[in-house]
């Protein structure tokens, strides 16, 4: 996807400028007096609800462009609009989907590792949000990152809305009645393990030294799955991508020596348990792999230190879509479906 150019640095300061003049009724050579932009970046910096609630917003915005459904996704509450009557509140984004769907969208980030600890929407606040839908004619949503499980959740208002006109939305409700496939999530199914393997070059001197540490020139990497060596290069981008962005369990690397030189070193992804059952075992999914990347791209030593990543959206999407269809790397694609049945209101355990 493109996105329209926009002079932030001429046009959004003349934006923010002309809003904080409004906010303490001065003129625009006068906003220096109330307002220092660095003062104002550190603060929002500094408060980690804030700050953790707008990259959730980011993140789901370049999750839905990287898998590729969508025909338009723009930002909805970036201004004030102008209402008469009852109160209003703009969603954070409005998406078109090649299906034709058009969906309002209001997203949270819960960091709760409690299964049962809902995400809350008071009467007001949703009262807001749906009158705005309303008079824009369009569906509202909720999109939840539950960061604890790397997973979202995308639902229908009218699915959840109480009697109060209330909402308290946990994790299994959510999934039940899940829309995030029409999004273009999926569900990666993939034979464990998957391998990877960094060569040294043979010609130049390797060792380990005795705190364990491998001193060699990279000769090259090759990937394997089922015992195969992967050959064709969209095969091997998509082994990379989902060794290192997926929900398995990533063991420690391990050294293959001939005699006292580094043959090579190797990082393998498996499962926690195995299911003899099937062929295949779910390795992630493709919004939570998009947003672990995401997230990664976004933080240094543990803390936020962008927004957004300088990559495009297109340039962190998984290097596959429905169509693939490996010689070596299998992979099977699945898309949930909805379920309208009686809701699972609460689940055994919590996470741990």
Not at 88 to 117: C, I, M, S
Not at 203 to 210: D, H, Q, R
Not at 315 to 337: C, H, K, T, V
Request: contains cysteine.
């Amino acid at each position: 996807m493109k996105r329209v150019t926009r002079q932030s640095t001429k046009f959004g300061a003349l934006d923010l400028a002309a809003d904080i003049g409004r906010e303490f009724n001065l003129p625009l050579n006068r906003i220096g007096e109330v307002f220092s932009f660095d003062e104002a970046t550190k603060l929002g910096i500094e408060d980690m609800r804030l700050l953790i609630g707008r990259r959730a917003e980011k993140m789901f915005e370049y999750m839905v462009a990287s898998l590729g459904q969508a025909d338009l996704i723009a930002p909805e509450d970036t201004a004030a609009p102008l209402y008469d009557g009852a109160d209003v509140q703009a969603p954070d984004y409005f998406v078109a989907l090649k299906t034709g769907e058009r969906y309002f969208v209001e997203v949270k980030h819960a960091r709760t590792e409690n299964f049962n600890q809902p995400v809350t929407f008071s009467k007001n606040y949703l009262a807001r949000l749906k009158r705005y839908a309303y008079l824009k004619g369009q569906s509202l949503t909720i999109a939840v990152y539950w960061q604890s499980l790397g997973q979202w959740t995308i639902n229908k208002v009218e699915d959840f809305e109480t009697p109060k006109g209330t909402i308290n939305l946990r994790f299994p409700e959510a999934l039940q009645r899940n829309i995030a496939g029409a999004f273009g999530d999926r569900l990666i199914g993939v034979v464990p393990p998957l391998v990877c393997r960094i060569h040294a070059k043979p010609e130049y001197p390797n060792s380990i030294s005795e705190d364990g540490i491998a001193n060699f020139i990279i000769n090259g990497i090759s990937f394997y799955s089922e015992g195969k060596e992967i050959i064709c290069d969209l095969e091997r981008q998509v082994a990379f991508y989902l060794i290192f962005h997926s929900t398995w369990e990533e063991h420690a690397p391990v050294a293959k020596m001939d005699g006292d030189r580094v043959d090579f070193i190797e990082f393998f992804a498996k499962p926690l348990d195995r299911n003899e059952a099937q062929e295949f075992e779910i390795i992630g999914s493709t919004a939570g792999m998009v947003s672990r990347h995401f997230e990664w791209l976004t933080t240094a030593d543990a803390r936020i230190v962008r927004l957004t990543p300088q990559l495009k959206p297109s340039e962190m999407a998984p290097a596959f879509d429905d169509s693939y269809r490996g010689e070596i790397l299998r992979m099977w694609l699945l898309q949930i479906q909805p379920n309208y049945g009686p809701l699972i209101h609460k689940v055994g355990r919590d996470l741990e």
